[in-house]
């Protein structure tokens, strides 16, 4: 099958780069023929929260990606139409996880319909933090989609109340590979973390935002029985200040660890080698890629019911769901990991494909 595929990849950053980048093998090494586009630039610095949205990994995960499309520049949206009907494709795929791309990929969507199906991988049909705005955005984007495919129940509900007659496809967020080829004995991990030997270890990784529940997980660590440490790693997008004193004021000092930094690839790898737990605190959302990291990394998972839908699998051997915000609920469920750790098979690595995915997909071209 020729298929076109749209969304961002190296040198872009985080977990929808890494997505459409892990697809992107998968449909290759199925034999179908792809183009994929990226960004010329993904957004206007002055929009981005972050630091960077440029990957610093030393050895990144790359794939062959011809950078055509700018946000405000109507231009390569015309260009990008055209580099894709000229190749023929009679498919093409747009990750879907933001509004600020409604325009754009509107006006795609309109140039190539007639001649290709667009079709929609939907992460967030919807922003986490809504403005006013977005409904309308999102309507104009998705309008001239062929069919959609949705990770999660909630999400299909809300295409449908905007896209009421969309053909839609399901298929769970997929479990992904480890990043790195390095394997780190949890010892080693710590060690060269500097984090504590003798007691277990929750982690709360990736971009720290307020739908992500972490001012929840610090005050659960406050209140569990059992002695524990927790690592927050990733890049602050709010006031960092406002977690460290909660910290100091829980004193939690010698029990929180806060690493306020986007980890590239080489440095990843430590955090869930060294980690007992993940933990995903969310009272927003509808899905946690870094979850499906962990599970590839086979690390029990605390996640609350707000995604507990996303997760790939309900049934993996170490889950714990709570109710989102609910602090003694989330104590709880790190003591009953700390008192009866789960025996996990070395089975999860056979659900480290793609093949659902691209099953998916290839559904919805046959029909």
């Given amino acids: 099958m020729k298929i076109s595929m749209i969304g961002p990849v190296y040198p872009y950053r985080g977990g929808i780069a890494h997505y459409t980048t892990s697809l992107a093998i998968a449909l290759k090494n199925a034999g179908h023929d792809l183009k994929l586009i990226s960004f010329k630039r993904q957004y206007p610095a002055f929009l981005y ?44 795929l747009i990750q879907w996880w933001t509004t600020f791309w409604g325009l754009a990929y509107g006006a795609l969507a309109c140039q190539l319909h007639k001649k290709a199906r667009v079709v929609y991988l939907i992460h967030n049909v919807l922003p986490h933090e809504n403005r006013v705005w977005d409904r309308w955005l999102t309507r104009l984007a998705l309008r001239g989609a062929f069919a959609f495919i949705v990770q999660t129940a909630t999400e299909q509900k809300r295409l449908l109340d905007l896209v009421p007659h969309a053909k839609i496809s399901y298929c769970s967020h997929p479990v992904y590979q480890r990043f790195s080829d390095q394997v780190v004995l949890k010892e080693e991990a710590r060690r060269q973390l500097n984090l504590p030997m003798d007691k277990p270890i929750f982690l709360f990784f990736g971009i720290i935002r307020p739908y992500k529940g972490l001012k929840y997980l610090i005050e659960a660590v406050a209140k569990a029985d059992a002695s524990v440490h927790l690592v927050v790693a990733g890049e602050f997008w709010e006031n960092v200040d406002l977690y460290q004193k909660q910290v100091d004021a829980l004193q939690l000092t010698k029990s929180v660890t806060i690493l306020n930094k986007y980890l590239p690839n080489e440095e990843a790898h430590l955090f869930f080698s060294a980690a007992d737990v993940l933990v995903a605190p969310y009272v927003g959302g509808t899905q946690s890629g870094v979850v499906e990291l962990a599970l590839g990394y086979e690390l029990p998972v605390i996640v609350t019911d707000r995604i507990l839908a996303g997760v790939a699998e309900t049934d993996v051997p170490g889950l714990r769901a709570v109710p989102a915000g609910n602090i003694g609920a989330l104590a709880i469920a790190m003591d009953e990991l700390v008192t009866n750790p789960p025996n996990l098979p070395t089975t999860q690595s056979a659900r480290d494909d793609w093949s659902r995915m691209v099953e998916t997909i290839e559904g919805i071209q046959s029909r």
């Fill in 49 to 92: 929260p972050g630091e960077t949205d440029k990957d610093p990994s030393i050895n990144p995960i790359r794939v062959d990606a011809e950078y055509l499309l700018d946000p405000i520049y109507p231009w390569t949206w015309r260009q990008t139409a055209k580099v894709i009907l000229k190749d023929g494709s009679d498919f093409v």
